[in-house]
C-alpha cells in the first residue's frame, strides 16, 4: 500500500449482564470510544493492560478455566481444532500465560504484603524491574567480600607467604569462575524459579542427587551463618569491647578456652536475637541490605586509601622485639629499663620477665641474652618488605612469632614460657588448611540466580553480573594480597589477633582514615551476612520440603500463612547453633567448605553432562561454556575438598550418599527430565548397540522372562503367585517382561491398558518383581500373544524364555479356543528358539514370604534339552522360600540301559556342574499297556470324535456334550472297564484278581462341563476288580444300557482295536510316568520334569492337551520345562 496504516485496537469493557456483544443495540455498534482505542502495537507490547481487568493465571502451567473455555470456543476461525482446544490451547493463549509468568523471591514479598494488610493476588501484577548491576552484581559482591577478608586475609598472607597467598586465591577463584560458567549455562537454559542452585541441580541431575546436594548446599548455607555470627563476637569482643567478655581468663594458658566459652554465650544469644528478626520482620533484613553493603564497600576503599597513603605517609604502629621474638604489646613501654632523672629503674616488660623489680633480680635466660627493639609494623609500599613476605612461614600450635633476619642468641636451658608476653600462634598453620579456611570468603557467587525472578532479563543479567562480580572480587583478593604483603610487616601479618599492636585488628592498622572504619564496617557486614544466611537457608529448606523428595522433611514445608517458614527457621537456628557450639572460626570454615564445594562441583556435573548429552531441551542462551571447562571446574572442586579436609570431605560425601540412598530407597515419585535419566538412556542405547543380537555365550545365559498373565474383566491380575514364582526365580537379575493381551481394538480399550498397565505394576511393587510392563491390545488372544512372542525386548535385549500357567479349565473353555491358543504358543516358542516354562496349580505356590523349613525340589531328567531343567531348581535355592529345599534328580532308565552306570554317570555330571543333589535312577520295565491306558486313550478319541462330528452351533453342542456326558458318560466307562479287567485275567490265569488293577483318574470323565462333573475316586485310589464285582458290574451295565440311555453318537466310537496306535503309546508313557513320579515325588515341595512338544499333526492337538493333564496329575506343584533348543549350562569354566 502507498501510504501507512494505523491498526488501531479498542478495549471492550467486560459484560456483567450475561448479554454478550451481540447484544448491543444496532445504534451503539458503530459507535467507538476513542478514549479507548489505542495502537495495536502497544497492545501487543503490554495486552495485559487491557481488556476486562481481569489478571491472567500467572503460573507457566497451562490450567484452563471456564471463562477461558467460554472465550476459546468463541468464533468459527478454529472451529476444526475445537474438540482439542481443552488440552491443546491457541498459541494466542499459551503466549498470554507465558507473558504473564512472573516469579518473585518466595516469601518475602509476600511477607512484606500480609504485614501491610495487602492482598497480594488483587494486586496488579508489576514486571520484575531489576537490572544487572543492581539485582546480580552488588548481591553477589556482597556475599562474596565478607569475614574472611576482614579477619583471616592477613593472617593467610603472613602464614602461605605472597606467593603461596596468591595460589590459594587463584585455585579458589578459578573455581568459582568455572563454576559460575557452568551456572551461567543452566540458569540461561530457561527459567530458574525460587531455590536458585538447588532448583538448577535438581532439574539438572534428577530427584536423588537435587535432594542430596540442595541438603548439602542448605547445610553450607546454615554453617555459612554460624561462621558469620562467630565472626561478628569475635569482632565484638577483640577489638569493640573486650571488657564485655563473660569468661576472664586468670592465667594466660586459659585464654584461649575462656575466648570459646564467650563465643559460645554471645553466639547463642545472637542467633536468637538474629532469628527472632527475621521471624518477625524479613522486609527490615531486605531493607538493611543496602547498609551492609555499603559498609563493605567504604571498608574496602579504606583499605586501598589505607595503602596509597603508606607510601609517603605510613601510619605509626610500632612492634616490640624481644631479640626476633614479637612481644604482646599492651601499653607498656617497649624497654628493660628507663632513666627517671639520673636514676636507672626497672620497666614494666622487666617486671614480666623477672621475679622482682630490682637490678639483682634473676630474669628469663632468653630475656637476658637479648636486647628490647621496636620496628616498624606497617613500613609501607615503597619499604622492601615485600621480599621477607614472598615466602612461607608456617608454624606449629603454640609456637612464638619470630621475625627472620634479626640477630638473637638463643638461651641454653629451654625454660617454660607459658605466662611470659610474647606472641603465640594459636593453632598449626599449613597450605591445605589454609585453603579450607580461605574458601568460604570466595562462596556467594549464586546469590544472582537466587533472584532470577526480579530480573528484568534474567538470561542475560545472570552470566554478566555473576562474572563481572567474581572477577571484581577476585582482583580485590589478589591485589590485597601483594599490597599487604608489600607495606605490613611478616610478623604483624601472623599475629591473627593483632596482640602485637595493642589488640587492633590487623587489616585495620592499613585502613584511612581510622582503624574504626574497617572495625565498624566488618562488624556491620557480618552482621548482615548473618542474618542473610537466615533468611535465604530457611527457604532453601522450604523449597526442598515442598518438593516432597525426602519425606521427612515435609513438615519444614509449612509456616506462616504468607509462606514464611517457620519451622525451617527453627531448624536452621537449631543447626547453626551446632557450628556457634563449635566456636572457633578456623574450625567452621572448612565444614562449609566442603558443602559448598560438593554443591559446586554437582553443578559443574550438571553442566557436564547436558552438554555432552545433547539433549534437544538444552539450549543455554550463555554460549562461552563447554564440557571440558564444566570437567575441569568439577575435578577441582573434588580436589580442593579432599586439600581442606580429606575427613570432612568423607563426612560430606557419606551424608550425601546416605541421603542419595535413602531418596532412591523411598522412590523418588519426581520426574524432571534430568541428565541422569538422559544418561541412563544412552547408556542402556551404547548397551544395547554393543550387545550382539543372538544367542549369548552359555556361561553368559541366564533367563530372560517373558511373563503371560491372565486378568479378569476389571483388568486385575488372576495368578498374581506367578509374580512370585518370577521374583523368586530372578532375584531382580536379568529382563523381565510382564505380558498380557486384551482383546479389542485400542482405539476402544487404550484406557483399560493404562488400567491394566497401572494394576500390573502395582502387583509387581508388591510382589518386588523387577522389569517391565506392555499389555497389548488384539482382536483376538492368540495374535496378540503371538506378537508378545515375536516382539518383546529391543535389540539384543529380549526374552528367551516364556512363562505361563497352564490352563486349568482348558476343558471348560467355550469351544476349543483355549486349548488351541496354549498349543499354538507351544509351537510358536518352539519356532522362536525360546524355553517355555509352564506352572501347574500355580495359586498352590508359596509366596515371597513363606519359607520352607525342609522338603525337596524333585527334578525329573527324561529328555535333555539344553540343561534348563538343572539350572531352574538353583535359581530357586538361591532365594529364601526355597533356600532350605535339597534337590533331587531323577532319571530314567530303559530295559537295555545299565541303570547303575547311569547313577555313577549323572552324580560325575553333577559335580562338574557345581551342583548339589542325590541321584535316583528309576527302571521303567513294564512295558505292557494297561487297560486303563486303553480306556483313558478311548475316552480321549470319543471326545474328539463328538467334536468333529457334531456339526451344530456353538450352544446346541455345548448342551448336547453335556447331556451326552450326565446321562451315558458313566455306565460307558463302566461297562469298558469292566470287559477290559475280564479279558485281561482271561490273558493271564494265574494273575491273582488283587493284581488286576488299574488306577482311577479323578479327571476321566473331565472332557464334559466341570460344573456337573461325575464324581470320582480321589486321586492315587487302587480299585482292586474281583469275580464278584465284576459279575456285579455286568449285571448294572446290562441294566442301564437301555436305548434311552445311550445316544446314536457312541455307536461310532472306535473299539480298543481301531484304536490310533500312536495316541494309545502316547497315553502309556504318560500314564506310566505319573505313576511313577506320583510314588517318588507325591511330597515334594517342587516337581520339575520335562514338558513334551506338541505333535507335528495339528489334528491331534486335543489329545496333546490330554497327555500332558495325565502326566501331571496327582502331583500339587509342577514346573513343566521345555527348553529353547541350545545348551545354558556347561562344566567349563
Known amino acids: 500500500m502507498s501510504?501507512?496504516?494505523?491498526?488501531?485496537?479498542?478495549?471492550?469493557?467486560?459484560?456483567?449482564?450475561?448479554?454478550?456483544?451481540?447484544?448491543?443495540?444496532?445504534?451503539?455498534?458503530?459507535?467507538?470510544?476513542?478514549?479507548?482505542?489505542?495502537?495495536?502495537?502497544?497492545?501487543?507490547?503490554?495486552?495485559?493492560?487491557?481488556?476486562?481487568?481481569?489478571?491472567?493465571?500467572?503460573?507457566?502451567?497451562?490450567?484452563?478455566?471456564?471463562?477461558?473455555?467460554?472465550?476459546?470456543?468463541?468464533?468459527?476461525?478454529?472451529?476444526?481444532?475445537?474438540?482439542?482446544?481443552?488440552?491443546?490451547?491457541?498459541?494466542?493463549?499459551?503466549?498470554?500465560?507465558?507473558?504473564?509468568?512472573?516469579?518473585?523471591?518466595?516469601?518475602?514479598?509476600?511477607?512484606?504484603?500480609?504485614?501491610?494488610?495487602?492482598?497480594?493476588?488483587?494486586?496488579?501484577?508489576?514486571?520484575?524491574?531489576?537490572?544487572?548491576?543492581?539485582?546480580?552484581?552488588?548481591?553477589?559482591?556482597?556475599?562474596?567480600?565478607?569475614?574472611?577478608?576482614?579477619?583471616?586475609?592477613?593472617?593467610?598472607?603472613?602464614?602461605?607467604?605472597?606467593?603461596?597467598?596468591?595460589?590459594i586465591v587463584f585455585i579458589c577463584c578459578a573455581c568459582t569462575l568455572l563454576t559460575a560458567i557452568s551456572m551461567s549455562a543452566i540458569a540461561t537454559n530457561g527459567v530458574v524459579p525460587a531455590g536458585g542452585s538447588y532448583y538448577m541441580i535438581s532439574r539438572s541431575l534428577g530427584p536423588e542427587f537435587g535432594g542430596a546436594v540442595g541438603l548439602c548446599f542448605y547445610l553450607g548455607t546454615t554453617f555459612a551463618g554460624a561462621m558469620y555470627i562467630l565472626g561478628t563476637i569475635e569482632i565484638l569482643l577483640t577489638y569493640i569491647v573486650p571488657s564485655a567478655a563473660i569468661f576472664k581468663a586468670e592465667d594466660p594458658s586459659q585464654e584461649t578456652q575462656a575466648m570459646l566459652n564467650n563465643m559460645r554465650v554471645y553466639g547463642t544469644c545472637t542467633i536468637t536475637l538474629m532469628a527472632t528478626v527475621v521471624f518477625v520482620g524479613v522486609k527490615y533484613v531486605n531493607k538493611l541490605a543496602l547498609v551492609f553493603l555499603a559498609c563493605v564497600i567504604l571498608s574496602i576503599l579504606a583499605i586501598y586509601a589505607g595503602v596509597i597513603k603508606t607510601a609517603f605517609s605510613p601510619p605509626d604502629f610500632p612492634l616490640c622485639m624481644l631479640g626476633n621474638r614479637t612481644l604482646a604489646w599492651e601499653a607498656f613501654e617497649c624497654a628493660k629499663v628507663s632513666t627517671v632523672g639520673n636514676q636507672t629503674v626497672t620497666t614494666q616488660l622487666w617486671q614480666l620477665f623477672c621475679d622482682s623489680p630490682y637490678l639483682n633480680a634473676t630474669c628469663d635466660e632468653y630475656f637476658t641474652l637479648n636486647n628490647v627493639t621496636t620496628i616498624q609494623g606497617i613500613p609501607g609500599i615503597a619499604s622492601r618488605v615485600i621480599i621477607d613476605n614472598i615466602w612461607s612461614s608456617y608454624g606449629s600450635q603454640g609456637e612464638i612469632l619470630e621475625k627472620r633476619g634479626i640477630l638473637s642468641v638463643p638461651a641454653l636451658e629451654s625454660a617454660t614460657n607459658t605466662g611470659l608476653p610474647y606472641v603465640f600462634s594459636d593453632i598449626a598453620t599449613y597450605f591445605t588448611m589454609l585453603v579450607g579456611i580461605y574458601f568460604p570468603s570466595v562462596t556467594g557467587i549464586m546469590a544472582g540466580s537466587n533472584r532470577s525472578g526480579d530480573l528484568k532479563d534474567a538470561q542475560r543479567s545472570i552470566p554478566t553480573g555473576t562474572l563481572l562480580a567474581i572477577i571484581t572480587t577476585s582482583f580485590i583478593y589478589l591485589s590485597s594480597i601483594i599490597l599487604f604483603g608489600a607495606c605490613i610487616e611478616g610478623v604483624l601479618l601472623r599475629d591473627k589477633f593483632g596482640e602485637s599492636v595493642n589488640g587492633n585488628l590487623v587489616i585495620g592498622t592499613l585502613a584511612w582514615p581510622s582503624p574504626w572504619v574497617i572495625v565498624i564496617g566488618s562488624f556491620f557486614s557480618t552482621c548482615g551476612a548473618g542474618l542473610q544466611s537466615l533468611t535465604g537457608a530457611p527457604r532453601l529448606m522450604q523449597a526442598i520440603a515442598r518438593d516432597g523428595i525426602v519425606p521427612f522433611l515435609r513438615v519444614f514445608g509449612h509456616g506462616k500463612a504468607n509462606g514464611e517458614p517457620t519451622w525451617a527457621l527453627l531448624l536452621t537456628a537449631g543447626i547453626c547453633e551446632i557450628g556457634i557450639l563449635i566456636a572457633s572460626l578456623d574450625s567452621v570454615a572448612p565444614i562449609l567448605s566442603m558443602f559448598f564445594l560438593m554443591c559446586y562441583m554437582f553443578v559443574n556435573l550438571a553442566c557436564a553432562l547436558q552438554t555432552l548429552l545433547k539433549t534437544p531441551n538444552w539450549r543455554?542462551?550463555?554460549?562461552?561454556?563447554?564440557?571440558?571447562?564444566?570437567?575441569?571446574?568439577?575435578?577441582?572442586?573434588?580436589?580442593?575438598?579432599?586439600?581442606?579436609?580429606?575427613?570432612?570431605?568423607?563426612?560430606?560425601?557419606?551424608?550425601?550418599?546416605?541421603?542419595?540412598?535413602?531418596?532412591?530407597?523411598?522412590g523418588a515419585e519426581k520426574e524432571w527430565g534430568d541428565g541422569i535419566r538422559g544418561l541412563s538412556l544412552n547408556a542402556a542405547r551404547y548397551a544395547l548397540l554393543r550387545l550382539e543380537d543372538g544367542p549369548p555365550h552359555t556361561k553368559n545365559w541366564r533367563p530372560q522372562l517373558l511373563i503371560l498373565l491372565n486378568l479378569d474383566p476389571e483388568q486385575n491380575v488372576k495368578h498374581p503367585r506367578l509374580l512370585s514364582l518370577t521374583t523368586q526365580l530372578k532375584a531382580g537379575k536379568g529382563l523381565t517382561i510382564v505380558g498380557s493381551v486384551l482383546q479389542g481394538t485400542f482405539l476402544e480399550r487404550h484406557t483399560d491398558v493404562q488400567n491394566a498397565e497401572q494394576n500390573i505394576k502395582t502387583l509387581m511393587g508388591l510382589e518386588k518383581t523387577k522389569g517391565f510392563c506392555h499389555v497389548v491390545v488384539s482382536s483376538n488372544r492368540r495374535d496378540g500373544v503371538s506378537h508378545l512372542i515375536q516382539s518383546s525386548g529391543l535389540g539384543g535385549m529380549k526374552h528367551n524364555t516364556v512363562l505361563v500357567a497352564w490352563p486349568e479349565l482348558w476343558r471348560q473353555t467355550d469351544g476349543p479356543t483355549g486349548w488351541k491358543n496354549f498349543v499354538d504358543m507351544v509351537r510358536e516358542t518352539t519356532a522362536a528358539h525360546q524355553a517355555l516354562l509352564v506352572t501347574k496349580n500355580i495359586d498352590s505356590f508359596p509366596t515371597n514370604q513363606e519359607r520352607f523349613s525342609g522338603g525337596t525340589i524333585d527334578i525329573w531328567w527324561i529328555v535333555h534339552d539344553g540343561g534348563l531343567l538343572m539350572l531352574l531348581p538353583f535359581l530357586l535355592s538361591q532365594h529364601k522360600v526355597w533356600k532350605k529345599c535339597k534337590m533331587r534328580i531323577f532319571t530314567v532308565a530303559q530295559i537295555d540301559d545299565n541303570s547303575i552306570q547311569m547313577k555313577k554317570d549323572l552324580q560325575l555330571f553333577l559335580y562338574q556342574l557345581r551342583l548339589d543333589a542325590e541321584v535316583e535312577v528309576v527302571e521303567m520295565l513294564d512295558n505292557d499297556i494297561s487297560a486303563f491306558t486303553y480306556e483313558r486313550t478311548l475316552v480321549m478319541e470319543q471326545r474328539s470324535q463328538m467334536l468333529k462330528q457334531m456339526q451344530l452351533s456353538k450352544n446346541e453342542r455345548e448342551r448336547e456334550i453335556q447331556s451326552i456326558?450326565?446321562?451315558?458318560?458313566?455306565?460307558?466307562?463302566?461297562?469298558?472297564?469292566?470287559?477290559?479287567?475280564?479279558?485281561?485275567?482271561?490273558?493271564?490265569?494265574?494273575?491273582?484278581?488283587?493284581?488286576?488293577?488299574?488306577?482311577?483318574?479323578?479327571?476321566?470323565?473331565?472332557?464334559?462341563?466341570?460344573?456337573?462333573?461325575?464324581?470320582?475316586?480321589?486321586?492315587?485310589?487302587?480299585?482292586?476288580?474281583?469275580?464278584?464285582?465284576?459279575?456285579?458290574?455286568?449285571?448294572?451295565?446290562?441294566?442301564?444300557?437301555?436305548?434311552?440311555?445311550?445316544?446314536?453318537?457312541?455307536?461310532?466310537?472306535?473299539?480298543?482295536?481301531?484304536?490310533?496306535?500312536?495316541?494309545?503309546?502316547?497315553?502309556?508313557?504318560?500314564?506310566?510316568?505319573?505313576?511313577?513320579?506320583?510314588?517318588?515325588?507325591?511330597?515334594?515341595?517342587?516337581?520339575?520334569?520335562?514338558?513334551?512338544?506338541?505333535?507335528?499333526?495339528?489334528?491331534?492337538?486335543?489329545?496333546?492337551?490330554?497327555?500332558?493333564?495325565?502326566?501331571?496329575?496327582?502331583?500339587?506343584?509342577?514346573?513343566?520345562?521345555?527348553?529353547?533348543?541350545?545348551e545354558v549350562i556347561t562344566i567349563y569354566s
Open 965 to 1126: 456326558t450326565d446321562e451315558s458318560r458313566g455306565t460307558t466307562i463302566r461297562r469298558n472297564s469292566a470287559r477290559a479287567a475280564l479279558e485281561f485275567q482271561d490273558r493271564n490265569p494265574d494273575v491273582p484278581n488283587e493284581e488286576a488293577q488299574l488306577i482311577h483318574d479323578r479327571n476321566a470323565a473331565g472332557h464334559s462341563s466341570g460344573t456337573d462333573r461325575l464324581a470320582v475316586p480321589p486321586e492315587g485310589v487302587h480299585m482292586t476288580w474281583t469275580k464278584e464285582k465284576i459279575t456285579a458290574e455286568k449285571n448294572k451295565n446290562k441294566e442301564s444300557l437301555s436305548p434311552e440311555g445311550v445316544r446314536d453318537i457312541f455307536n461310532m466310537k472306535p473299539e480298543w482295536g481301531n484304536l490310533n496306535q500312536s495316541n494309545v503309546r502316547r497315553m502309556h508313557t504318560a500314564v506310566k510316568l505319573n505313576e511313577v513320579v506320583v510314588n517318588r515325588s507325591q511330597d515334594a515341595r517342587l516337581v520339575l520334569l520335562n514338558m513334551p512338544g506338541p505333535p507335528k499333526n495339528r489334528q491331534g492337538d486335543e489329545n496333546y492337551m490330554e497327555f500332558l493333564e495325565v502326566l501331571t496329575e496327582g502331583l500339587n506343584r509342577v514346573l513343566m520345562v521345555r527348553g529353547g533348543g541350545s
Open 620 to 666: 543455554p542462551r550463555f554460549t562461552y561454556y563447554h564440557w571440558t571447562l564444566s570437567f575441569l571446574g568439577m575435578s577441582l572442586c573434588l580436589a580442593l575438598m579432599f586439600i581442606c579436609s580429606w575427613y570432612y570431605a568423607l563426612v560430606a560425601m557419606v551424608i550425601a550418599g546416605c541421603i542419595y540412598k535413602y531418596i532412591e530407597y523411598r
Open 3 to 167: 501510504h501507512t496504516q494505523r491498526f488501531m485496537v479498542t478495549a471492550v469493557p467486560s459484560r456483567r449482564d450475561g448479554l454478550g456483544s451481540s447484544g448491543m443495540q444496532n445504534g451503539d455498534s458503530t459507535v467507538r470510544d476513542t478514549e479507548n482505542t489505542v495502537p495495536i502495537l502497544e497492545y501487543l507490547r503490554e495486552p495485559n493492560k487491557y481488556g476486562d481487568g481481569i489478571p491472567k493465571e500467572s503460573s507457566p502451567f497451562i490450567n484452563s478455566t471456564d471463562m477461558d473455555k467460554e472465550i476459546m470456543y468463541e468464533g468459527k476461525n478454529l472451529a476444526l481444532f475445537e474438540e482439542e482446544l481443552d488440552r491443546n490451547p491457541m498459541v494466542s493463549s499459551l503466549l498470554n500465560r507465558l507473558a504473564n509468568y512472573t516469579n518473585l523471591t518466595q516469601g518475602v514479598r509476600e511477607h512484606e504484603e500480609a504485614e501491610n494488610n495487602e492482598e497480594p493476588r488483587k494486586k496488579e501484577i508489576k514486571a520484575p524491574q531489576m537490572g544487572t548491576f543492581i539485582g546480580v552484581y552488588l548481591p553477589c559482591l556482597q556475599n562474596i567480600l565478607g569475614v574472611i577478608l576482614f579477619l583471616r586475609l592477613t593472617w593467610i598472607v603472613g602464614a602461605a607467604g605472597i606467593f603461596g597467598s596468591f595460589w
